[in-house]
């Protein structure tokens, strides 16, 4: 079965700097989606980025980017420029195509400090 | 559309009472999940909807519990009996298979139960 792990149960950053919040994999498939979803406190889970194991290119959204390691399974999560916004717990989570179901990581909870 | 909607936000039941959530999607998205999460935790797969078949259903859904989509839309999410081990959020998520997008899927705000 595929898992996905989360090493950083909680990290902080200060305004304005940047932060990288660590998960890896686990999986014998070559087909398959990673995601990261931030959920901020009492609030819906929302989409921060994503990536397809097929692409090379690292995702890139904004002040959000991915290192993509497909051979190391990792897929680690920046933060530029820190905002008050962002903190929230980070779920890493993992998608076989196909599968229609996510498996997801214990998360990491971000604190922004100003 | 405001996106994935769900009801009650909140429930306290008493050990054994029945419960029932209800989930209604983004409006064009055929396929619907339920996902549990505990504290501390990451959320779990429960079950999966497209339109209004049952395709796929954790062993973590036990024979307690029970998800219906009846008519391809809105869907619940029923426990019966219901133990302190249920207590939980019980998050919908919504996508859609129309639009190729990497399977992305899209959250409710979850609803919480507490079972004392």
């Known amino acids: 079965a595929q898992t996905v792990t989360q090493s950083q149960p909680e990290m902080s950053v200060q305004e304005a700097e940047t932060v990288t919040l660590s998960c890896t994999y686990d999986t014998s498939e070559s087909d398959y989606y990673l995601f990261w979803y931030k959920q901020p406190p009492s609030r819906q889970m929302i989409l921060v980025i994503r990536q397809e194991a097929y692409k090379q290119q690292n995702a890139t959204e904004n002040r959000f980017s991915v290192n993509f390691q497909k051979a190391a399974k990792s897929f680690s999560l920046k933060i530029s420029d820190s905002q008050l916004g962002d903190a929230a717990m980070y779920f890493c989570?993992?998608?076989?195509?196909?599968?229609?179901?996510?498996?997801f990581g214990k998360g990491t909870k971000l604190t922004v400090n100003p | 559309d405001t996106g994935v909607s769900q009801d009650p936000r909140h429930k306290i039941t008493k050990r054994g009472q029945n419960v029932t959530f209800r989930c209604d999607p983004i409006s064009e998205h055929n396929r619907l999940y339920w996902y549990r999460q505990t504290l501390g935790q990451g959320p779990e797969f429960l079950t999966y909807?497209?339109?209004?078949?049952?395709?796929?259903k954790s062993r973590l859904l036990s024979d307690r519990f029970s998800a219906e989509r009846p008519k391809g839309s809105f869907s619940t999410l029923e426990i019966q009996r219901t133990e302190q081990g249920d207590s939980a959020m019980y998050l919908c998520?919504?996508?859609?298979?129309?639009?190729?997008?990497?399977?992305?899927?899209?959250f409710g705000e979850g609803s919480w139960l507490t079972v004392v």
């Open positions: 998520a919504s996508s859609s298979s129309a639009v190729y997008s990497g399977n992305t899927i899209y």
């Open positions: 989570a993992y998608d076989q195509g196909g599968s229609e179901k996510l498996v």
């Open positions: 909807f497209q339109n209004e078949a049952q395709l796929e």
